[in-house]
T-cell receptor
C-alpha cells in the first residue's frame, strides 16, 4: 500500500496567488516526521519544511506552510504569493521509526507550474 | 561550504560494466542514503547507512552495493546485475530531522 499519496500529478497557479499541494500519509507509528521538498528541473532536492507528529502548531517557513491534520493523516503544503521560480516538482515525504533505523519514504510528486 | 558532493554529474557506461558513484559530505552527519529516481517518478531508496561500517538495504537494493568505511563517504556501486541501471541517482545525509541532498548523478548505460 502507498504510504504517501499525492493525488495531483500537475497543478497550475497564477503568479502572486496561493496554492495548496495535497499529501496524505499512512503510518501506524506514533512518532513520525513529514517533509516537503522542491525539485527544480536541474534535479537537486531542496528541503522546504518539516512537521513533527507531536508538533501542535502547523510549521511555517517564509512563504511555505504545512497544513497538518493528524486525524485525517494529511500534510498539505501551502505556498503563498506564488513566484515564477516556484515552478518545479514537489515531493511529500515521511520519516517513520525511532531516531535510529529511520527510513524516509517519498510520494510520487506534484508538478507545479506558475503562470505569469 | 558545508554540503554534499556527488561526482560525476553525468556518467556513461557500457552494459556489463560495474560503475561506482561517489558521495561525500562534510556536514558531520551519521546517516547517509542513496536513492534512485526514474523520469517522472518519486525517489526510491536503494541503501542507507546510520553509522560507519553499517548499512541496510532499501526497497530496491538488488544489483547495487555500498560501503561506509568513513563517516564522510558513502559510495554506491551499480553492478552488471542491475537490470535497468539508467536513472538519476541522489545521495543524501540526515541532519536533525531533514535530509540534505547532493546534486545527483545521471547514469546512462547503453
Amino acid at each position: 500500500a502507498q504510504k504517501i499519496t499525492q493525488t495531483q500529478p500537475g497543478m497550475f497557479v497564477q503568479e502572486k496567488e496561493a496554492v495548496t499541494l495535497d499529501c496524505t500519509y499512512d503510518t501506524s507509528d506514533q512518532s513520525y516526521g513529514l517533509f516537503w521538498y522542491k525539485q527544480p528541473s536541474s534535479g537537486e532536492m531542496i528541503f522546504l519544511i518539516y512537521q513533527g507528529s507531536y508538533d501542535e502548531q502547523n510549521a511555517t517557513e517564509g512563504r511555505y506552510s504545512l497544513n497538518f491534520q493528524k486525524a485525517r493523516k494529511s500534510a498539505n503544503l501551502v505556498i503563498s504569493a506564488s513566484q515564477l521560480g516556484d515552478s518545479a516538482m514537489y515531493f511529500c515525504a515521511m520519516r517513520e521509526g525511532t531516531n535510529y533505523g529511520q527510513n524516509f519514504v517519498f510520494g510520487p510528486g506534484t508538478r507545479l507550474s506558475v503562470l505569469p | 561550504d558545508g554540503g554534499i558532493t556527488q561526482s560525476p554529474k553525468y556518467l556513461f557506461r557500457k552494459e556489463g560494466q560495474n560503475v561506482t558513484l561517489s558521495c561525500e559530505q562534510n556536514l558531520n552527519h551519521d546517516a547517509m542514503y542513496w536513492y534512485r529516481q526514474d523520469p517522472g517518478q518519486g525517489l526510491r531508496l536503494i541503501y542507507y547507512s546510520q553509522i560507519v561500517n553499517d548499512f541496510q538495504k532499501g526497497d530496491i537494493a538488488e544489483g547495487y552495493s555500498v560501503s561506509r568505511e568513513k563517516k564522510e563517504s558513502f559510495p554506491l556501486t551499480v553492478t552488471s546485475a542491475q537490470k535497468n541501471p539508467t536513472a538519476f541517482y541522489l545521495c543524501a545525509s540526515k541532519g536533525l530531522h531533514e535530509q540534505y541532498f547532493g546534486p545527483g548523478t545521471r547514469l546512462t548505460v547503453t
